[in-house]
Structure formats: C-alpha cells, structure tokens
C-alpha cells in the first residue's frame, strides 16, 4: 500500500523559510517522478515544484527562486525548502507521486503552511 506523509507545515512570518518533507512508504520514491502541490482556501490545487526526470525540475513562476525541491539523503524522502515566505504562500501542501508529468496517482493527507504577520 503506497503512503505519503508529509510533515514540517506550521505557522511563520513573512520571510522566514520552512522545510516540508514526504515520507513514502510502499514505495520507491526515488524512481517515480514526485513533486508538491498546494491548495490555498478557496482555490484549485496547484503545482509548487516536481521533477519532470531523474534531476530536472519545474517550479511555480511564483516560486522560482525561493523554493527547491530535493531528494533526501534519507531513502524514500522527499524535500520542499521554502525561503522568503509570503503571505501568499499560505496554503495546504500535498506531496504527489506521479504516473507522469502533473498526473499524481498518490497523494498525501497535506501539511498546512500559514505565512502572516
């Protein structure tokens, strides 16, 4: 049985940085192709960051230079580094394991992010 568990979401200021990490279990992450999405309240889910090959990635135009996607040296873990929070960045995190490029197949419960003064 294939499970994500993301964890590391909590409560910041405008310009800190969080680490939000996917544990997977059942299996490999590292052969699939992972990425993370959000949700903010009252929107669609969208794509932060995945990998589209073994270390090619895309990012949100609206993260490019503030968030990197990892593969953990810790097996079967997955990294989102988040620095130079917004407000916007508020919002729930999924990691995502996908058949192919923005077509998850797996996803996890989400981690809440909340970025505000």
């Known amino acids: 049985q294939v499970q994500l568990v993301e964890s590391g979401g909590g409560s910041v200021q405008p310009g800190d940085s969080l680490t939000l990490s996917c544990a997977g279990s059942?299996?490999?992450?590292?052969?699939?192709?992972m990425g993370w999405y959000r949700q903010k309240p009252g929107k669609q889910r969208e794509l932060v960051a995945m990998?589209?090959?073994?270390?090619?990635?895309v990012y949100a135009d609206s993260v490019k230079g503030r968030f990197t996607l990892s593969r953990g040296n810790v097996k079967n873990t997955l990294y989102l580094q988040m620095n130079s929070l917004k407000s916007e960045d508020t919002a729930v995190y999924y990691c995502?394991?996908?058949?192919?490029?923005?077509?998850?197949?797996?996803w996890g419960q989400g981690t809440q992010v909340t970025v505000s003064s």
């Open positions: 995502a394991r996908m058949i192919a490029p923005s077509i998850p197949d797996y």
């Open positions: 990998f589209t090959g073994f270390d090619t990635i």
């Open positions: 059942g299996t490999d992450l590292n052969i699939f192709l």
